[in-house]
């Protein structure tokens, strides 16, 4: 089941069964399946097995949920400064031998969000109420430290509000928003999600597209040794934005400090899952304002951010500093 995302905290009367929140963790989407054998197999929302890069939870889920057990939640790593670590989850992915090793060194967690079969009976048909009292009986009495949990939840809204605002410290991107009188259908879109963003500056080091006509900006900030990095790549922006930024940008000469193709997990997305980003480097000097969700590693967004507008009273030197 998938959520559409909404700019703000829908209140409780807009769900048909009344409202409840849960965060929004930045993890793998996980499903948890325990066989009546007692064998358990980890499947991420593109049907890809997780097992094996995940042995720790494949260990807990075992020890802590019954045969016939069938659960949905998000595989989250917690980093020693208290915050998510999606860079962490990444590695198990490329880590191949070493996967162990960081099951040891960088272990994980399972937040479970809803059980969609218990004891062999499939639950996706009764409200999530229901199947929100079954988690709770599975995973209510979890001991301190277990690496299976369920996430938080309420109905209260300012309760919600006051995580929105707590909880984004921790590297949690928001909210999810459910009907607690509604089933779990798998592929729709009845949840809704909304993420905390922030908007800040970066300068315009290349687009997609042509300089003429841009389809999306490749956006830097110099780091303390006057270096431009990559920080973002813009989701596809409107037409008259397209048209405004045309009549300011200009082509680099050979001096811009960005290679001709950049990979992929320099603007978004995970290192290595795409080709190389193709783009038009342009002289950077032009400085844009943009609106980007929480989701940082290492001094870039792994997320579109959004093009707010230009900003010609900024010289680059002016917007922030790389890692700010």
Known sequence: MLATTVDRIPPPQSCPGGCVYEPKFDGFRTVAIVTDSGAVNLWS???????????????AVAEQLRP????????????EDGRLDFAALQRRHVAGRRRRDLARTEP???VVFDVLESDGADLRPRPLRERRAVLEALLGGAPAGARVVATPQTADVEEARVW?????????EGLVVKDAGGAYREGRRAWRK?????????????????RQAPESLILGRYDADGRLRVVARTTPLPP???????????????DHPWPAELPAGFAGGPYGAHPPIR?????PEV??????????????????????????DLDPGEAPFFGA
């Open 287 to 312: 400085v844009v304002e943009f609106s980007a969700d929480a989701a940082v590693e290492h001094g870039r967004w792994r997320h579109g951010v959004r093009f707010v507008r230009v900003r010609p």
């Open 108 to 110: 994980c967690h399972y």
């Open 45 to 59: 929302r593109r049907r890809t097995r997780l097992d094996e890069a995940f042995p720790e939870i494949v260990a």
């Open 279 to 283: 783009y038009v480097r342009t002289e």
């Open 240 to 254: 008259a934005a397209r048209v405004e930024l045309a009549e300011v940008l200009r082509h680099a000469d050979q």
């Open 164 to 172: 929105f605002d707590a909880l984004a410290g921790q590297g949690v």
């Open 68 to 79: 016939g057990t069938v659960v949905d939640g998000e595989t989250v790593r917690w980093g």
């Open 194 to 210: 909304v993420k905390r963003r922030i908007t800040t500056e970066a300068i315009v080091g290349g687009v997609t597209g042509t």
